[in-house]
């Protein structure tokens, strides 16, 4: 399956960013993706990165687990189990039960990609996921954004995962 738009918002998310030239994985999935967001007729209108921490907690607790990011894991999740994915052990869920109160927390993965429609009002696809027994990593989601470039139009960066088969499930 392939892209339903001709271009699309990307957004990716880091644990924590690591100092520059420490952290390979983390600047070549950036390289790929900003090459993508900077070519006029890219397939990538809008490329956020943000970092979101190791964990949070699965209720708010006073100012440190914002809503907002709880609601993006709460999105991703609705988009897995949309499409009979799973989101662990990429995102892992902890929790126990203590009186009447769910306590727990969320570990976020190294690298999370998502991709929305052009607006960026409809998800489209999380990376990392698996599909059946397939995982699909981080490369494979940048694969499947470089596979809608036109020959010729942008560079593609080779990091050795070209390889690989990749694929973005659009939404209904």
């Not at 907002?68 to 869920?93: I, K, N, S």
């Not at 109160?101 to 990609?113: A, F, K, W």
């Amino acid at each position: 399956m392939t892209l339903t738009a001709d271009s699309v918002q990307v957004v990716l998310r880091f644990r924590t960013l690591g100092p520059s030239g420490l952290n390979p994985p983390q600047i070549k999935v950036l390289d790929r993706l900003q090459t993508l967001s900077e070519d006029e007729d890219g397939p990538v209108t809008e490329l956020d990165v943000d970092i979101w921490g190791a964990s949070m907690g699965i209720t708010q607790t006073a100012d440190r687990d914002p809503a907002d990011t709880r609601e993006t894991v709460a999105e991703f999740r609705q988009w897995a189990d949309a499409y009979g994915y799973r989101l662990q052990p990429a995102f892992a869920w902890h929790s126990s039960d203590s009186k009447d109160t769910e306590n727990g927390q969320i570990v976020t993965p190294l690298i999370t990609l998502a991709v929305y429609n052009e607006t960026g009002e409809r998800l489209q696809a999380v990376y990392p996921h698996i599909d059946g027994e397939d995982v699909q990593t981080i490369h494979d989601g940048v694969e499947a954004l470089e596979s809608m470039v036109e020959p010729g139009d942008t560079e593609q960066a080779d990091d050795g995962q070209n390889d690989q088969e990749s694929r973005v499930d659009p939404l209904p």
